[in-house]
């Protein structure tokens, strides 16, 4: 596999990187998807798979920069489906559980309606439907993704590290997704049929409390450290403590994984996942 990774710096796109020595490695600097003339200028020559790693993923900063999560989100996905139409290679873009409202009961399945909340997701969802004019494409969901830079682990770590007792939602459920295991899957994906996959790590769904109270247990810290609070509460505390609401989030970001299973493709558990990933952190 001749392989590009755009979006080459961030925690997925290290993760790609990792896993596909040989590919051609692109950050922005390199090429800015968002710029229309220079994905077309781009010399994508012998390559047969991009993986689209680029993203705006500052779901509270979108709300008050929708243009440049839009950009980044839209705008980008589109013209790397051009570039998929003009010079043949598979296009395999990562997605995010935003582009539904978390109504759904249970894991949701890839042809649940398309309802994001807010700007993030709205902008992720015209992403994918730009991406279904390559003539070869995979759209990979994701939710919750965990991987060597700035993320929800990473913060409780440090919390749990400096003595902190954070109170975190209990009202929002999901599973988190660590980019080794999802590198991996997406590698897999682009020889696999085209089309729509959800792809997280496997196991019993949680909260964003209830992983805050994991990571703090492999941190040496009591389980009682955390305080469950209500998505509501949390947003009153923001309030009080001057800072902006945050943006509105899915209730459920449980995905569906029948269909990734089906293509042969299996992920870990993500307690096994979390094991593996802080025990490499200390």
């Not at 043949?88 to 009961?105: I, N, Q």
């Not at 109170?167 to 980019?179: A, K, N």
Request: hydrophobic content about 45%; charged content about 20%.
């Amino acid at each position: 596999m001749r392989a590009c990774v755009v979006g080459a710096d961030g925690q997925l796109g290290r993760a790609l990187v990792a896993a596909l020595p040989g590919a051609v490695a692109l950050n922005r600097a390199g090429l800015d998807i968002a710029d229309a003339e220079a994905v077309a200028g781009h010399d994508f020559t012998g390559v047969d798979v991009v993986f689209n790693a680029a993203a705006h993923t500052a779901v509270d900063r979108a709300e008050t920069e929708p243009a440049a999560a839009w950009r980044a989100n839209a705008l980008g996905p589109a013209h790397l489906a051009a570039a998929a139409a003009r010079h043949g290679f598979t296009l395999v873009h990562v997605s995010t559980e935003y582009v539904f409202d978390g109504t759904a009961t249970g894991p949701m399945p890839e042809e649940t309606p398309l309802a994001p909340l807010g700007v993030y997701g709205a902008s992720k969802a015209a992403g994918e439907l730009a991406v279904r004019a390559a003539p070869r494409y995979v759209i990979a969901r994701t939710s919750w993704v965990v991987g060597d830079g700035g993320n929800f682990v990473a913060t409780m770590a440090r919390l749990a590290r400096d003595g902190v007792r954070p109170s975190v939602v209990d009202d929002q459920v999901g599973r988190p997704t660590f980019t080794r295991d999802l590198a991996a899957a997406l590698i897999a994906l682009a020889e696999r049929e085209p089309g729509v996959y959800h792809v997280t790590n496997d196991g019993e769904p949680v909260s964003w409390y209830g992983l805050a109270t994991e990571v703090f247990i492999r941190c040496g810290r009591s389980p009682g450290d955390v305080t469950p609070v209500s998505t509501a509460e949390y947003g009153a505390l923001q309030s009080r403590a001057g800072t902006p609401p945050p943006a509105h989030r899915p209730a459920n970001s449980v995905l569906d994984l029948s269909r990734l299973t089906r293509a042969g493709v299996t992920m870990p558990p993500w307690r096994d996942a979390l094991d593996e990933h802080l025990g490499a952190g200390r």
